[in-house]
């Protein structure tokens, strides 16, 4: 069975860096496609970025230049690197595992961006 397992998060101040960790088990981990989504009360479900099992990497323009993803194959792991964090960077951050047919969702890491 494969599990998502999360880390990182917490309350910073604008400006801020955070980064994100999302280790995967149970799964041939290079085989998936890993996203990064948040998720605010009341709205959809925002995609922030995405990365490959080669490593292609893409990011949302909301997010573009402040935010990398990468993927560490050997450790089964995904980051997030948080930079400049603003107030509108707030939410619940979730990790996505996806391959065809298949799709693993992290239990969420809440992110808050305030002085």
């Known amino acids: 069975q494969v599990h998502l397992v999360q880390s990182g998060g917490g309350l910073v101040q604008p400006g801020g860096s955070l980064r994100l960790s999302c280790v995967v088990s149970?799964?041939?981990?290079?085989?998936?496609?890993m996203g990064w989504y948040r998720q605010v009360p009341g709205r959809l479900r925002d995609k922030v970025a995405s990365?490959?099992?080669?490593?292609?990497?893409n990011v949302d323009d909301a997010w573009k230049g402040r935010f990398t993803v990468s993927r560490d194959n050997a450790k089964d792991t995904v980051y997030l690197q948080m930079n400049s964090l603003k107030p509108e960077d707030t939410g619940d951050y979730l990790c996505?595992?996806?391959?065809?047919?298949?799709?693993?969702w992290g239990q969420g890491t809440q992110v808050t961006v305030s002085s």
């Open positions: 996505l595992a996806t391959r065809p047919g298949e799709a693993y």
């Open positions: 149970g799964a041939f981990f290079s085989e998936y496609t």
């Open positions: 990365i490959t099992g080669s490593g292609d990497t």
